[in-house]
């Protein structure tokens, strides 16, 4: 019974590994299928992507073009830039380091930043033109990214 059990566990350890290798072969190939230069499985791809620089330049181009509307995600993100999900997120992260929805963020706070200094605008009416719909989690995720609420940033920026 024990030989059975030490069988069938060695079974389980070896199908489990031929599934992880499919997986990985899959992902290569949407990844080539995305890539490909003609017969692609999504729409052609509206920006040059040749550089990893010139990749994320498109990409921030199309977040700041979104910068106000709280509802833009990683989904639109993925629409406008003609990628999948996968794609943008390996794409992101190789480049950046950072999630998608974190360099989305990234870019928002640091626009936020930007207006703060350079402007009179109130921390309430900022919050909402960088996209942010809860002043809370704005003044939040501001005070980590910055170590400081953006009131008291704002105070010190006119200083």
Do not use: W
Request: proline share 3%.
């Amino acid at each position: 019974m024990l030989q059975l059990a030490r069988h069938l566990k060695q079974d389980s350890d070896a199908v489990s590994e031929d599934l992880e290798h499919l997986i990985d072969q899959c992902k290569d190939l949407l990844d080539t299928l995305e890539e490909g230069p003609s017969g692609s499985m999504q729409e052609e791809n509206k920006h040059d992507d040749s550089t990893p620089a010139g990749f994320l330049s498109q990409i921030t181009d199309i977040i700041e073009q979104n910068m106000g509307n709280e509802d833009f995600g990683i989904q639109e993100l993925c629409e406008a830039a003609g990628l999948s999900r996968t794609h943008l997120h390996r794409k992101i992260k190789s480049s950046t380091g950072l999630s998608v929805s974190l360099y989305i963020r990234q870019l928002r706070l640091e626009r936020a930043k930007y207006l703060l200094e350079t402007t009179d605008l109130s921390v309430s009416q900022i919050t909402y033109t960088v996209g942010f719909n809860n002043p809370e989690y704005f003044s939040r995720k501001f005070s980590q990214a910055f170590g400081l609420p953006p009131s008291a940033f704002a105070a010190q920026a006119k200083e």
